[in-house]
Antibody
């Protein structure tokens, strides 16, 4: 069965960096785009970034563009999110999510989600 | 970016009620719309994609309709397990966005 397991969350000071990981199993990881979606405490869902199945395309929300970098290692079935210049407003649970469409070059809907990892940006 | 607006923000209903949630897009998104259910402390769960296609394993009391800019999610007979928050999401551009959510509460 499809499993997505995020890790790397924690408490970090404003302006510092953090890298999240998402370990995938149960499907052909190298054939699907992968996303990061976040949810601030008590708030709604916000899409953060997507990388295509082969790593050739990546897109970001305006709120993180220039600060966050999405990447993937298809040999390790792992998705990453490098978060730099963190701000208090980046505090959220970060979910990785699988794109629904095989070998798509653009985002679609999300058919599987991880359990999330909490990032708290605070001094 | 395309903005998604859900209404209402909160809905109070009883078991057995028919419930309708609306999602409006700021510009036409054809049928590129999904609906999710989220319970407290859990990840969202896909219910509907392409505006009206039911995800495998989702009960048939859930249905979706609409195209262009106006969409609805309907629960035909609300069950105890359905009290949750529901989100719409468009995927008609390179920057998918979610509605702000609709919380379905017990009346």
């Amino acid at each position: 069965q499809v499993q997505l397991v995020e890790s790397g969350g924690g408490v970090v000071q404003p302006g510092r960096s953090l890298r999240l990981s998402c370990a995938a199993s149960g499907f052909s990881f190298s054939s699907y785009g992968m996303h990061w979606v976040r949810q601030a405490p008590g708030k709604g869902l916000e899409w953060v970034a997507v990388m295509s199945y082969d790593g050739s395309n990546k897109y970001y929300a305006d709120s993180v563009k220039g600060r966050f970098t999405i990447s993937r290692d298809n040999s390790r079935n792992t998705l990453y999110l490098q978060m730099d210049s963190l701000r208090a407003e980046d505090t959220a649970v970060y979910y990785c999510a699988k794109d629904s469409i095989l070998a798509a070059m653009s985002p679609h809907y999300f058919d599987y989600w991880g359990q999330g990892t909490l990032v708290t940006v605070s001094s | 970016d395309i903005q998604m607006t859900q209404s209402p923000s909160t809905l109070s209903a009883s078991v057995g009620d028919r419930v309708t949630i609306t999602c409006r897009a700021s510009q036409s998104i054809s049928s590129w719309l999904a609906w999710y259910q989220q319970k407290p402390g859990k990840a969202p769960n896909l219910l509907i994609y392409e505006a009206s296609s039911l995800e495998s394993g989702v009960p048939s009391r859930f249905s979706g309709s609409g195209s262009g800019t106006q969409f609805t999610l309907t629960i035909s007979s609300l069950q105890p397990d359905d009290f949750a928050t529901y989100y719409c999401q468009h995927y008609s551009s390179y920057s998918p966005t979610f509605g702000q959510g609709t919380k379905v509460e017990i009346k």
